[in-house]
């Protein structure tokens, strides 16, 4: 079993910043990788509708291995763990770096993403508890924001000018997140001895997605967090096609920057819910949520760049402050339950299907040449409507 938590022990513990480190420079790497390897589709003559291709195989990862990662992150050593998901992505960025398939290589980062989710939420709660487990949360969103916010300009800054550097600064950057692993503390194991019969795992993931699925506050967190994820990666490929048409600019550095925005709120916004929200007062992030639909509305209507980069900085704000708290309630919630690597497998699962779901009808939209504009707007009203849905449920 894992060790007890001292409550005594600081926040910024020798531990935590070894995982905030190690978690900074994997999120650097996924963010500047993806906007290289959209590069290199755009070099080699890819259609446009197989840019969220390149993102669903990453998604169908998560959901393909999530009966099974959670138990691994559980089974063994959550640092270690963490050291060999990105020892996958290294190998992956590797492939594409070389000229293979980048779909090839693409996916197998996504397996190592996959197993590495569980582990990094999950080591949270065995080097802090209680309300620290918020601010912990607020420490990792920032922390993967601001890898999110610098991976995505590097990206598409170094593929403007030299696609092959750009690929190695991703390959390196998983290199040296292999090294800061080393550096996280070798907790014990938080459920040892489990069986790796597939059945057996298929069967008890299947009981602790029921379980969390049936408790209100745990369906509570996993239907906010997975439309949030869901309409985030959309806005992500958004961006790339609403640029040209709204701004008439066709370079990749723009939608780079445009991300990064977002980033640069979310981290403002995770400061913020780690300040004004506990676990007791979960429900207040709610709000936000709703109004990220309405920002996103708005957002699709303008022609201006600077109004573009304000909107998304408070659309960031916005989901930082709505995510981050429901982080924590799932962590806290699962980790008494299913445990905390089954936990976050099982958010994965349904974050994941919702971002299959929305980049499918995000895919079929270009597919059928509708406007950027008008998929903005449809995406933004839906998200809005969902969220305020949930909360009016939540309420009863």
């Not at 959550?78 to 693409?106: D, E, Q």
């Not at 905390?340 to 939209?365: C, K, P, R």
Request: proline fraction near 4%; charge should be positive; aromatic fraction near 10%.
């Amino acid at each position: 079993m894992s060790q007890a938590v001292n409550p005594d022990t600081p926040l910024l513990s020798r531990g935590m910043m070894a995982v905030i480190v190690a978690q900074f420079l994997s999120a650097f790497g996924d963010n500047a990788l993806l906007f290289a390897t959209l590069a290199v589709l755009k070099n080699q003559f890819y259609p446009d509708w197989s840019q969220p291709i390149l993102q669903m195989l990453f998604v169908a990862t998560y959901i393909l291995l999530a009966p099974f990662v959670g138990q691994m992150a559980d089974s063994f050593a959550k640092g270690r763990v963490m050291m060999f998901a990105n020892s996958l992505k290294l190998l992956g960025a590797l492939i594409i770096c070389f000229g293979f398939n980048p779909f090839l290589g693409y996916t197998l980062v996504g397996v190592g993403a996959a197993a590495y989710s569980p582990a990094k939420y999950g080591i949270l709660g065995e080097i802090t508890q209680g309300d620290k487990l918020v601010k912990a949360n607020g420490l990792m969103e920032g922390s993967t924001i601001a890898a999110i916010l610098l991976g995505s300009v590097a990206g598409g800054i170094l593929a403007d000018w030299h696609l092959l550097a750009a690929l190695a600064v991703c390959a390196l950057t998983y290199g040296l997140a292999v090294v800061a692993n080393l550096f996280i503390p070798r907790l014990l194991a938080a459920r040892p001895g489990q069986s790796w019969h597939f059945g057996m795992m298929l069967r008890n993931f299947t009981q602790a997605t029921l379980l969390l699925w049936r408790n209100g506050e745990t369906r509570f967190s996993l239907m906010g967090t997975s439309l949030f994820w869901g309409a985030g990666v959309t806005l992500r490929f958004l961006l790339v096609l609403w640029v040209p048409v709204a701004l008439g600019i066709s370079d990749n550095k723009t939608p780079t920057t445009l991300n990064a925005m977002v980033a640069i709120g979310i981290v403002i916004g995770a400061a913020a819910a780690a300040k004004l929200v506990t676990l007791q007062t979960v429900r207040r992030c709610m709000p936000a949520g709703v109004l990220i639909g309405v920002m996103v509305v708005v957002f699709s209507l303008q022609h201006s760049l600077l109004h573009a980069y304000l909107i998304l900085m408070l659309i960031g704000a916005l989901g930082g402050f709505f995510v981050v708290p429901l982080n924590a309630l799932l962590q806290e919630r699962g980790k008494a339950t299913v445990g905390a690597g089954n936990a976050i497998a099982v958010q994965n699962l349904g974050e994941n299907t919702a971002m299959l779901l929305m980049l499918g009808l995000y895919t079929l939209a270009i597919k059928l040449r509708a406007p950027a504009v008008a998929t903005g707007v449809g995406f933004g009203a839906i998200f809005a409507v969902a969220i305020a849905v949930l909360w009016w449920k939540g309420r009863r």
